[in-house]
């Protein structure tokens, strides 16, 4: 078996093989909205339309530190067939202002609970601090 598994090596690069391995470098959101759930939301509310346009205006460093925030990995999948489970947003069960809270990820889950913040500045702040600030699953 070891043999086999050099032998299969030899018929790609490294790149081909780290691709296949690690996914995706670029962040590809149309891919990540095509395995996203609502889970007591609706995809039409303003925080998600919120959600998704933070999404798109951070960089790709960015995007792969949110995917590491929700999921504990830096990239997409190379295919929709390899995600295994869908990414979820949740509604956020917390009493008082949304804008006082972060979100929060349940990684094991590829869960995000996203609180209906008031404006589509107060998502991108917040979401952008926990996805560079809030990284307890590395230890960093």
Not at 32 to 40: A, E
Not at 55 to 79: D, K, M, Q
Not at 91 to 109: A, E, I, R
Request: charged share 30%; hydrophobic share 30%.
């Amino acid at each position: 078996m070891k043999h086999l598994f050099y032998h299969a090596l030899e018929f790609c690069t490294w790149e081909e093989f780290q691709f296949k391995i690690c996914g995706k470098e670029e962040i590809n959101l149309d891919q990540l909205k095509l395995r996203t759930t609502y889970d007591r939301v609706d995809k039409n509310d303003p925080h998600i339309e919120y959600f998704w346009k933070a999404l798109e205006s951070f960089t790709n460093a960015e995007r792969s530190a949110f995917l590491r925030f929700v999921w504990g990995r830096s990239r997409l999948p190379v295919s929709l067939s390899d995600f295994g489970r869908e990414f979820t947003i949740t509604q956020f069960d917390q009493k008082g202002n949304p804008d006082n809270y972060l979100p929060v990820s349940h990684t094991c889950h590829f869960q995000l609970d996203l609180p209906k913040y008031s404006s589509y500045e107060k998502m991108r702040e917040k979401l952008l601090y926990s996805v560079t600030e809030c990284n307890s699953i590395d230890n960093t």
